[in-house]
């Protein structure tokens, strides 16, 4: 299994704020599926940054993003995302905002995005590392299923 982790922050991509959501997300993918490979990137705020990340990976069977799903004027990861997916699959991001409402109300504010293109899927997650750690409740134990059922594998 290929999985890409996808850092969106302006503010990690320059250098003024360490980047953590990223290598949370790679630990916490490794421990979920540990004979993956896992690919990194770091992009800033830009829809078209994004795209060219989303478009370099996507040959994986996951692509897990994590920052700039929020409300404010330059999170725009999941326009980039809908723009780089054929199809929605709103099942994850909904089953990640139920969890995540349960830990903190501000989960109302995600506009995290769910989808896929060809047999790869496409998952927007928050910026924040316990964000990460909680949507992973969810997204890791179904890695191996969906990436089967991508496939049409036996499942």
């Not at 504010?109 to 928050?126: C, E, I, Q, W």
């Amino acid at each position: 299994m290929v999985i890409a982790v996808v850092t969106v922050s302006d503010r990690a991509f320059s250098g003024v704020y360490e980047d953590r959501s990223g290598p949370e997300l790679e630990r916490l993918l490794r421990e979920a599926a540990p004979d993956a490979e896992i690919r990194r990137a770091l992009v800033p705020d830009e829809k078209e940054r994004i795209l060219e990340a989303l478009h370099a990976h996507a040959d994986a069977d996951w692509i897990v993003t994590t920052g700039g799903t929020g409300p404010a004027p330059r999170d725009v990861t999941p326009e980039a995302a809908a723009a780089f997916c054929d199809r929605e699959l709103p099942g994850i991001a909904e089953a990640i905002r139920a969890k995540s409402l349960l830990e903190t109300p501000n989960a109302v504010f995600s506009r995290a995005y769910s989808g896929m293109r060809g047999t790869s899927y496409v998952v927007n997650l928050p910026g924040s590392t316990a964000a990460v750690r909680t949507a992973m409740e969810v997204l890791g134990p179904v890695l191996e299923h969906g990436r089967k059922m991508s496939r049409g594998e036996p499942h």
